[in-house]
Every structure is written in structure tokens, then in C-alpha cells.
């Protein structure tokens, strides 16, 4: 069972959250204090940090910025408001995995902490669990960027997201409705192209042999 650490000071959301998960077989320790979760972060034994901005004590960024600072490789999904998504990510300078617009749906957190969770169970023994690699292809989570073989590209927010699920599932088919759902979740227009667009863009920056289309059914990472 997955051991969540929820740091949130908005008791309306805290307990949204804890009931959610814990309906879901997850196990959480919740704290409204920032130097609490950082403590518990650097120390205690956790999968998965939920970090808000706002908090008790030290903010968010300084939490993060602390913890990886300690050296802490604890994946962390960042809340923070729709309309400050840009100056968060700028904020966080990399040292976050994931972030999520509030309000969010329970259904949403749940697949973005599943696909963390998967991610850091699927890397290889001695390796770095902020590397995601299959392949020639490698993703670093942390410095958000990706490699095919020497070359490095730097990957929008987007870019990274989908190129990061189509890692984590390779050799699978993906529907684009289950692209949609996993890298825009409720932000998206069923009806957009938007899913054509950003793999354009990845065969673009990372060769056309990587991400195959599969007619009528979705795209597969090629292994
Ligand atoms: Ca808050």
C-alpha cells in the first residue's frame, strides 16, 4: 500500500483529498505546516509527496526547494491555482514531478500519483529514479529534458507529459481519448487535435521511427 504525504492547509481540500485516497487503498498523513511536511519528507517513509503552495510556516517552494536540497528524490505533485500555473512551475525550477491546476478531480490526482508510482517502481535497479528510460530514449524528470541517444531536446510541459506516458506504457497502444484524459485531463476539448499536434512535435524533436500510429486504435512508443 502506497504511503501518501499530503501538505495542505485548506481543511476543505486537505480532507477532499485524504477521504479520496484513502478510498482508493492509499495510506496518508496529512499537515497543514510546512516545516512539518518538509521534516516528514526528508524522514519519514513516504511515496509520494501532495505539496500545495500555501502553507503554514514555509511555503511550498521553500519545501521543495529544502527537500531536494536534503537530497530527497521523493516524487512530488505540486497544487497549485489555475491562474499561477506558469509563475509555480518557473518557482519550483524543475524540482517537482508533476503539477496540478486546483480545483482538480479526485479522478485526475489518482492517475497522476498511479503513473508516479509506476514510474518509480519501473526503475532499474542502481539507476536514477528521476531517469525514465526505454531504449535509446531517456527522460529526466527533474531537469525536464529528453535524450535519443547523444542529442538532447528540451520538451515543453506538454511535450514532457506525453512523452512521459508513452514511456511508461511502451509497447502499448494508447487511444488518444486515454492521451487526452492522462496528459490534458479536465482541461481538455474531446474534439481538439491537439494530441496529433504533440506528437508531431516529439517525432519532430526525437526522430519519426519513436512513436508509431496505430490506425484506428491510438499510438504505441516503438521498444
Ligand atoms: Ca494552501
Do not use: C
Amino acid at each position: 500500500m502506497a504511503r501518501i504525504l499530503l501538505a495542505e492547509d485548506e481543511p476543505r481540500i486537505s480532507s477532499f483529498v485524504t477521504r479520496g485516497l484513502e478510498a482508493h487503498e492509499f495510506t496518508v498523513s496529512a499537515t497543514a505546516d510546512g516545516q512539518e511536511a518538509l521534516n516528514w519528507g526528508l524522514f519519514g517513509e513516504f511515496d509520494l509527496m501532495v505539496l500545495d503552495i500555501g502553507l503554514v510556516g514555509i511555503d511550498g517552494f521553500e519545501v521543495l526547494r529544502r527537500l531536494r536540497g536534503g537530497g530527497s528524490d521523493l516524487p512530488v505533485i505540486v497544487l497549485t491555482a489555475r491562474d499561477s500555473v506558469a509563475d509555480t512551475v518557473a518557482g519550483l525550477e524543475g524540482g517537482a514531478d508533476d503539477y496540478m491546476a486546483k480545483p482538480f478531480s479526485l479522478d485526475e490526482l489518482l492517475a497522476r500519483i498511479r503513473l508516479r508510482l509506476r514510474q518509480r517502481a519501473t526503475v532499474p535497479e542502481g539507476g536514477s529514479a528521476t531517469v525514465l528510460v526505454v531504449g535509446d530514449v531517456s527522460l529526466d524528470i527533474r531537469a525536464r529534458t529528453a535524450n535519443r541517444g547523444e542529442v538532447t531536446v528540451e520538451l515543453s510541459s506538454r511535450e514532457f507529459s506525453l512523452l512521459e506516458m508513452l514511456l511508461s506504457h511502451a509497447g502499448q497502444v494508447l487511444s488518444r481519448e486515454q492521451i487526452l484524459s492522462g496528459v490534458w485531463g479536465y482541461d481538455y476539448d474531446p474534439g481538439s487535435n491537439v494530441v496529433e499536434v504533440y506528437v508531431r512535435n516529439l517525432r519532430r524533436k526525437l526522430g519519426d521511427d519513436l512513436i508509431e500510429t496505430v490506425r484506428g486504435m491510438g499510438y504505441r512508443l516503438r521498444v
